[in-house]
């Protein structure tokens, strides 16, 4: 057996045997086995040890004791409670550690993560090992709830990954793909087989590093708006782009101006028949702020702070 005994299978599974512990499918539990994996975590994260990690499904704490070993002031967070209490068994003497037991995306968790931020200006560094169908609720919950990041490292679905690096006209660029250029670079890192987990999941994993921009590129008049055009954009991704628009626009109960959206686009140097998939961020930027300016004004408080 190696030194972190949590990620190692022989001693994993008799250990969740000991402790009665089922996983659960509901939470997309497969546990790292995988010590190449855990090193490139650690690497990309670049810790020191007056970093803050917000770790993010902590499970049976494989990549927790990891953290913990590079002396950084660790908030685990977990939403099984059986898997909470037992990292409160394995963890709770470490003084470099606070677990949480919830679920990341409610209010309630969020305020108890926020509680444990130290107020000195430090920036998190988030690392996750995630369900594919949790990872964008969770990135855009972290990156618009006004947590001061500097780095994510994900281990997720390579699919997934796929898309949240993918450029302007490939088939993987999305919505998700837009709301990161808007608020960092993201990179994939590398990519592991399905062993490498413990159970093994029926598909491949990537990890990849998202880091803030210390400058941002553009900015939108309102973000949270920006986003919601962007999402309903997408939602239709083989529509033309003036199409995308007027289904923004039908979305106010208001008839679209289809001359106005050509004259616009055509403006901003954006074809009208170019489809989603092909519009680069700045653009979208663009696009997004002209739009918020023929907004309704009593609609407009939805979208402020």
Same mark, same amino acid.
């Given at each position: 057996?190696?030194?972190?005994?949590?990620?190692?299978?022989?001693?994993?599974? $008799?250990?969740?045997?000991?402790?009665?512990?089922?996983?659960?499918?509901?939470?997309?539990?497969?546990?790292?086995?995988?010590?190449?994996?855990?090193? +490139?975590?650690?690497?990309?994260?670049? %810790?020191?040890?007056?970093?803050?990690?917000?770790?993010?499904?902590?499970?049976?704490?494989?990549?927790?004791?990891?953290?913990?070993?590079?002396?950084?002031?660790?908030?685990?967070?977990?939403? @099984?409670? /059986?898997?909470? /209490?037992?990292?409160?068994?394995?963890?709770?003497?470490?003084?470099?550690?606070?677990?949480?037991?919830?679920?990341?995306? #409610?209010?309630? +968790? %969020?305020?108890?993560?926020?509680?444990?931020?130290?107020?000195?200006?430090?920036?998190?560094?988030?690392?996750?090992?995630?369900?594919?169908?949790?990872?964008?609720?969770?990135?855009? +919950?972290?990156?618009?709830?006004?947590?001061?990041?500097?780095?994510?490292?994900?281990?997720?679905?390579? &699919?997934?990954?796929?898309?949240?690096?993918?450029?302007?006209?490939? #088939?993987?660029?999305?919505?998700?793909?837009?709301?990161?250029?808007?608020?960092? @670079?993201?990179?994939?890192? &590398?990519?592991?087989?399905?062993?490498?987990?413990?159970?093994?999941?029926?598909?491949?994993?990537?990890?990849?590093?998202?880091?803030?921009? @210390? &400058?941002? $590129?553009? +900015?939108?008049?309102?973000?949270?708006?920006?986003?919601?055009?962007? #999402?309903?954009?997408?939602?239709?991704?083989?529509?033309?782009?003036?199409?995308?628009?007027?289904?923004?626009?039908?979305?106010?109960?208001?008839?679209?101006?289809?001359? *106005?959206?050509?004259?616009?686009?055509?403006?901003?140097?954006?074809?009208?028949?170019?489809?989603?998939?092909?519009? *680069?961020?700045?653009?979208?930027?663009?696009?997004? @702020? /002209?739009?918020?300016?023929?907004?309704?004004?009593?609609? #407009?408080?939805?979208?402020?702070?």
């Amino acid at each position: 057996m190696n030194d972190f005994l949590l990620s190692d299978r022989q001693f994993l599974i $008799p250990y969740l045997q000991k402790n009665n512990i089922f996983l659960k499918k509901k939470y997309g539990q497969n546990f790292v086995i995988d010590q190449s994996l855990l090193d +490139t975590v650690i690497q990309t994260a670049d %810790l020191q040890p007056d970093d803050v990690v917000l770790e993010i499904g902590a499970g049976v704490g494989s990549l927790t004791e990891r953290l913990l070993a590079q002396g950084s002031q660790v908030i685990a967070v977990e939403i @099984d409670p /059986q898997l909470g /209490q037992l990292l409160i068994t394995h963890f709770g003497h470490q003084k470099k550690i606070s677990l949480i037991e919830g679920d990341v995306l #409610k209010r309630t +968790t %969020l305020e108890q993560i926020q509680a444990q931020i130290p107020t000195d200006g430090r920036k998190l560094k988030v690392v996750a090992n995630v369900p594919y169908y949790i990872t964008t609720p969770i990135i855009t +919950t972290l990156l618009t709830r006004g947590f001061q990041i500097s780095d994510m490292i994900f281990t997720i679905q390579k &699919e997934v990954a796929e898309r949240l690096v993918a450029l302007p006209g490939c #088939k993987q660029y999305s919505a998700i793909t837009v709301f990161l250029q808007y608020y960092g @670079d993201t990179y994939l890192v &590398e990519s592991f087989p399905p062993t490498s987990f413990f159970p093994s999941p029926r598909v491949w994993s990537s990890i990849i590093h998202f880091m803030t921009h @210390d &400058e941002r $590129p553009c +900015t939108a008049q309102n973000p949270l708006f920006f986003h919601h055009c962007v #999402k309903l954009c997408f939602t239709e991704r083989r529509k033309m782009v003036k199409n995308s628009i007027a289904h923004v626009i039908k979305g106010w109960e208001q008839k679209p101006d289809m001359t *106005w959206i050509e004259n616009m686009l055509q403006q901003l140097e954006v074809s009208p028949e170019i489809r989603p998939e092909q519009i *680069w961020l700045e653009q979208f930027v663009d696009i997004t @702020d /002209q739009l918020w300016n023929i907004y309704p004004d009593t609609l #407009k408080s939805k979208w402020l702070p």
